[in-house]
Each structure stands twice: as structure tokens, then as C-alpha cells.
């Protein structure tokens, strides 16, 4: 009874917290909007068509997102249906809305483990590996946009040197042998696992020119939603390279989950770019806003349909079905 009591008073004190947080985001953006009323004048230009094209492009992102999924699914054992990886990036993300601290990835590690008997400490690894080929393939997109545009950034310099210090020291990093923990508690298991997860990983360059390649395409996808926003809101066609490098900030917050949905961080992260880049922040703040509002709408549509259809059958353990 003290177990389930506990349990309700946490689950209770995450509603709260995503009811205060929540709240207090939208007050401070419609304070933001009322002190910057010029601002609204941007959403004159937004036509169905421009909300369309970024819904599709999203679309496109969760997709590229679930090929990820399933090859590393299937190099650990774990052969993932249609329905699987194609929905689970949308239940993902709606559980990261709905609960504090990445919870929606809590959720799919959950998921794998019961429909497929995936350890965590093996999900542990796959993200680890997703993270660090993620932050290595940032780099190279990041240093390619900086030389590739014509319009250098005030902070040119600086960026050139983060974007190449992150793809230098996750390419020393992925050097290191496999190492392992000595002891046998559950902790240091964990760990080990997920190191030789890893190593397994690293080892298959088939596997990494895969993930990259789909990386990739995530990047410059989110680089197109950007452009295809500032081109809504100011009417005028903007340089590719610099939606590039705002959407490659704006996506690093990734490594920052405190707020449901990264609500507030990836905003800010986006504004404060886009500052730095010469898009102004007033642009870039109202950029992010109506990418988070397409967003919203898949999200909230396809993710509870396949949290519905994903779960439907749970009391029959593993799938049977090769889909």
C-alpha cells in the first residue's frame, strides 16, 4: 500500500509539474507577444500551404527517426514491425510532451523490453551510440553550412571551432577500446552492457554509414522547416545555410531534457540563434513557435492512434508476426 501510495504521490507531482511548467510557458510567450505586438504581424503571412509543407516535412523527420530505429533494433536481435517503427517515434515524442524528463523514452524503452525482451541496459547503448553519431554528423553539417554559406556570422570563428571540437572529441572518444567494469552488482552490469553494446556498434562501419546517412537527412530536414518558417514569416526567400545552422542549435537541445517537450529550451536556444546569425531573435522566436505548433498536430494525432494500436494487444507478450 506504501509502494502504491508513493507511486501515486510521484505520478501526481508530474502532473503538477507539467501543469506549472506548461502554464508558465505560455504566460511568458504571451507576455513576449504583447510587449513585442509587432511580432503578431508576422502571422499575416502564414498560409495553410506553409503549415502543410512543415507538417509533411515532420513527417518525414519521425520517419527517418524510426529507420534509425529499426537498424539498430535489428544489429541487437530485435525485428521491429511497420507499425513499430514507424509509430513508436510518435509515441516517443508524445510521451516527452506529457511527461518531464524524457519520458516518452522511458515509455519505448519499456515497450521494446516487454515486446521484445530488449534489456535496458542494451537501450542504454543504442542511445548512447545514437547521441554520439548524432553530435558527430551535427558537427560535419555545422562546419559544412559555416564554409558553404557566403554570409559569414559575427561569431563565425567560435562556431567553426565548437563545430570542430565536437567532431574531434567524439571521434577520439569512439577510438577508445571497449572497456569493462570490474564487480557484479546490477549497476556495474548495466554499464558493461552498455559499453559492449557500444563496441558493437562502432565495429559495424555498414551500421554507421546507415545511421549517419539517416542522421543526416533528420538535420536537413529540420533545416527545411526552418527555412520554409522564415520564408512564411517574412514573406522573403532566406539562405539555406543560415536556417541550417539556427536548426542545428535549435536541435542540440536534444541534450537538454528538463522541460516536457523541451518546452522553453528549444525556443530559446532557437531565438538566441538565430539573434547571433542575423535573423533577429523577434524571427527566430516566432520561427520556433510555428514549427512547435505543426509539430503539435502530428504528434498529438498519430501518437495517441499508435499508442492505441501499439498496446492494444499487451497481455499477449512478444509479436509473432514478421510485418
Known sequence: MKHESAGSQTRTGRRLWLILFTSLFLGVIAVFLISQHHLIEYLENISLKTIVALIAV??????????????????????LTAMEWL??????????????????MFARAAYLKYRHSF???TFASVMAATYLIYGWVTGIAGLSALFLDAQRPSLFREMAVFFAGTILVISFFSMFPAIRIPGSNRIVLFLNSSFEGWGLVRRDAALLI??????????????????????????NSVPFGISLLISIFFSLSIFIRITPGNLGVSEGIATVASEILGMGAGMGFMASLLIRAASLIPIFTLGPLFSFLLTGGLTGGRYDDEG
Open 119 to 121: 534489456p535496458y541496459a
Open 87 to 104: 509509430g513508436l517515434p510518435f509515441v516517443t515524442a508524445m510521451g516527452n510532451y506529457i511527461t518531464p524528463f524524457a519520458g516518452g
Open 58 to 79: 515532420i513527417l518525414l523527420f519521425n520517419i527517418f527517426n524510426g529507420l534509425q530505429l529499426r537498424t539498430l533494433a535489428e544489429k541487437f536481435g530485435a525485428k
Open 210 to 235: 546507415r545511421l549517419a546517412a539517416y542522421m543526416l537527412a533528420t538535420i536537413l530536414l529540420n533545416g527545411l522547416s526552418f527555412w520554409l518558417a522564415f520564408a512564411a514569416l517574412s514573406g
